[in-house]
């Protein structure tokens, strides 16, 4: 939220305006995908797992749940995906809805959506 509205501010100043219209709130959502890349791609690496099988299931669930517009029912599958299911959670990286998951910050599914490497 804070880079969200950081750049917002950012892009208000630069154009010389108060007012946030949707266009300038269009593109500081560009621009925070952007300027958070690192924070992104950690999350994306790391929050995942600590081992290259949990960080795989990891990243699976993360497109699972980012291709969604509802929460997902939680994956129990293989134990490589409740190790990176649990881990996620800690992480606040994604919330318990019930049965279901979904992310805590709409940016992160965005990021993952739109820019997640492909493996």
Not at 30 to 51: H, I, K, M, Q, S
Not at 100 to 111: A, G, T
């Amino acid at each position: 939220m804070r880079l969200v509205c950081s750049e917002v501010a950012g892009l208000a100043n630069a154009r010389r305006t108060l007012l946030a219209t949707p266009t300038l709130v269009r593109d500081a959502l560009v621009a925070a995908l952007e300027r958070g890349e690192p924070y992104f791609r950690n999350l994306w690496d790391e929050a995942t797992g600590a081992d290259a099988e949990t960080v795989a299931a990891g990243q699976r669930i993360l497109r699972e749940v980012a291709a969604t517009t509802s929460p997902m029912p939680v994956p129990t599958d293989a134990l490589a995906a409740a190790r990176a299911l649990e881990r996620l959670l800690r992480h606040d990286v994604l919330e318990r809805v019930t049965d279901s998951v979904q992310f805590q910050v709409p940016l992160v599914q965005r990021w993952v959506r739109e820019r997640a490497p492909v493996a």
